[in-house]
């Protein structure tokens, strides 16, 4: 694997360049480790360093050129930019990433994989590596970095949702959040009130961001293919966020709401210890029908009832 050792930074039209114009476009030339466009050739690296795939990490490399062209035009990253990526695996999102100038942080669980992405982008300036669970890192790497302003990955199935929802919960959203995720996943974290993806998970995601897909990709983008389709979801920080959007304790009234979806949302709300009369009061209040049900309220209906009600 080749090493990082000849950055170039592109700092201007001639070497007399101010200041100002070399950090108006500090773009780096940062050779790539590998064809990531070739399964065969990253075949051979894995089998070169001894390196397997594993499952549980749900390691499925993005090797279709114009879809990372497409992701990276959707993340928008600019030159000084802070993001964090996660799950970057050998760093086929990692390398044009790095190459806007922007500053990165990529959280990586695989030893193997992170061992390859520090040999390869050690020496790029603004990279930095972290090692690990991202759910058991990323406090430290914000504690130590502060908030980035950008943050993406081509995300676990299996640990996508947990993922979103500590973000949202825990990191304060930033501007913007790109994620590749199983598109079932990406139908919930989008879906509005009245329909069957409508969750729970939905109102944690749409509370706190816009939340759009961009794109679904089919197996064949990926190698190894996944059994599943996957999509691009992108979720930007709403300027309206309410201060209670995101909180643990909104989470749970929203997720109590829809334990049950042939519950109303009274019988939901019993549980956590609230009485008949104060919930016929916050319906009321509200200007919500006494039989309504949680899935068919917005986020903003749903923010309303929940300081309506208030605590039990």
Known sequence: MPASSSIETVSGDSPNSTAQAAQASPALRVPPAIDYDSPQAISALLEAEGLAMRKRYGQNFLVARHARARVMAEIGLEPGASAWEIGPGIGAMTHPALETGARL???????????????????????????????????????????????????????AAAMVAALVEGLGVPERMVFMVQKEAARRMAAGPGTKDYASFSVLCSSSCRVRVAFDLGAGAFWPQPRVASSLVVMEARADRAAEAGTREFGSFVRALFSSRRKTARNNLKPLGHSDEVITAALASCGFRQDVRGEALDPAELLALYRAIGKP
């Open 105 to 159: 942080s990529a959280f990586e669980i695989d030893k193997g994989f992170a061992a390859l992405l520090r040999e390869a982008y050690g020496t790029v300036p603004g990279f930095a590596l972290v090692e690990g669970d991202f759910l058991k890192t990323w406090r430290g790497e914000l504690a130590a970095r502060g908030r980035p302003d950008r943050v993406f990955g081509n995300l676990p199935y299996n640990a």
